[in-house]
Nanobody
Framework: QVQLVESGGGWVQPGGSLRLSCKSS????????MDWHRQAPGKRREMVAQ????????TYANSVRGRFTISRDSAENTLLLQMSNLLPEDTGVYYC?????????WGQGTQVTVSS
């Protein structure tokens, strides 16, 4: 199965920006959907952004729309999440996921902490 490795997390002050990357061991043109999820301490994991295989369809959670942008770099087999105007409530572990017809792959997660 394909392996996914996230990177780019860290600590940032409110209002700051981070860019998360999710490197796939296989082609990111293969899954029919890829998305980013996050999980805050004590809360359920939630999807924040999703993109289809062509990149023509993007979906965002209401809480991040207008601040986060999901994109795909097929040449690098990497899923990206540009996060701007970060808020303390954006704090959590961010995971990428790839959905194939017969299985689903998750990355191990990267921590994002937004605080002053």
């Amino acid at each position: 199965q394909v392996q996914l490795v996230e990177s780019g997390g860290g600590w940032v002050q409110p209002g700051g920006s981070l860019r998360l990357s999710c490197k796939s061991s296989g082609s990111i043109d293969s899954p029919y959907l890829m998305d980013w999820h996050r999980q805050a301490p004590g809360k359920r994991r939630e999807m924040v952004a999703q993109i289809n295989s062509s990149g023509g369809m993007k979906t965002y959670a209401n809480s991040v729309r207008g601040r986060f942008t999901i994109s795909r770099d097929s040449a690098e087999n990497t899923l990206l999440l540009q996060m701007s105007n970060l808020l303390p409530e954006d704090t959590g572990v961010y995971y990428c996921r790839a959905l194939y017809m017969d299985y689903t792959s998750w990355g191990q997660g990267t921590q994002v902490t937004v605080s002053s």
